[in-house]
């Protein structure tokens, strides 16, 4: 159990850093927050849980192409703040475009080969 708790403590002590230093330097959140912080704390803890390199390198190799669906949103919220959308519709709208990406990516990957 305490092995869960600090596993999330520091997890959401990361993003605790980058919502503080995203208030006073945008562009510098953004920088901490682009660093796949989370999916090497992820590697580490299955790592810890698991040491069984074919689960971790599918794991990796599954974030990889998870990471690209997500990328849009990264385009359409600040496109649609940027139009006057309010942000609440705006990150829905990101969110939405997302989740309809992952499953594309679910459905169309497997066609070509890949094992998600």
Do not use: N
Not at 26 to 47: E, Q, R, Y
Not at 78 to 99: E, K, M, N, Y
Request: glycine share 6%; aromatic share 12%.
């Amino acid at each position: 159990m305490l092995y869960l708790i600090l596993k999330a403590a520091i997890s959401g002590l990361i993003v605790a850093v980058v919502s503080e230093l995203a208030k006073r330097w945008p562009g510098f959140g953004a920088l901490i927050a682009s660093l796949p912080l989370v999916s090497v704390l992820g590697m580490i803890w299955l790592w810890r849980d698991k040491p069984d390199p074919l689960t971790l390198a599918a794991h990796a190799q599954a974030t990889f192409w998870y990471v690209l669906p997500s990328l849009p949103m990264f385009l359409v919220i600040p496109a649609l703040l940027q139009r006057g959308v309010s942000f609440w519709i705006a990150l829905a709208a990101g969110c939405a475009l997302t989740l309809i990406l992952y499953l594309a990516m679910t459905w169309i990957g497997p066609k070509f080969g890949l094992r998600l």
